[in-house]
């Protein structure tokens, strides 16, 4: 969905909600913002993998029954 950037607000829109100032420090705060959530997400997932990688390689608590090498296709599939 597009957002438009209108001058005007529509007339629908109370006054008191209307930003008169400039637009640039909330365009840069909303950047700031999104920049932080991004960073949030993949930062999850890389300690998300880190964990899964030493579950799998180090404490070995995967199935005993599964070789290294199984282990580690399966580590290989996830990551992709």
């Known amino acids: 969905m597009r957002v438009s950037r209108r001058a005007v607000p529509p007339p629908w829109v109370p006054q008191s909600f209307v930003i008169k100032s400039n637009r640039l420090p909330f365009q840069n705060a909303?950047?700031?913002?999104?920049?932080?959530?991004?960073?949030?997400?993949?930062g999850f997932i890389a300690i998300f993998i880190v964990v899964m990688a030493v579950r799998v390689f180090v404490i070995r608590t995967a199935t005993r029954t599964t070789s290294w090498v199984w282990s580690f296709l399966a580590a290989v599939v996830i990551h992709v």
């Open 30 to 42: 909303e950047l700031q913002s999104e920049r932080i959530r991004i960073f949030g997400v993949l």
